[in-house]
């Protein structure tokens, strides 16, 4: 059963279509995300903890993808840091020698 797309998940669509493209980036979230729950030591998280991690890393994987042309492979390569300074009450920025693209296509 189909529903409404608005927002946020147009957004994360347009930058990784449903298919491979979502599939890898959506792994790679919950494992970025499983294992800050390991590092946090919190072995029964709640839901609104998971889409609050789900949220930053999105959030920034389309930054990344549909900004500055990042590759579906570095994205998720990051989304550990990106936790990691969400933990630590910051906020993850690409390096500034960093921000431009090296893998100018990743099959996606």
Known sequence: MGGIIIGAEKKILSC???GPALGRITE???KAISKSFEIENNPAPTRAA???KFDIIMGHAVELRGDLQWGIDRIVDTMPEMLAAARNGGRWEPPADMRKCWVPSDGA
């Open 16 to 18: 990784f279509p449903p």
């Open 28 to 30: 790679g979230a919950m």
């Open 50 to 52: 998971v889409k609050h």
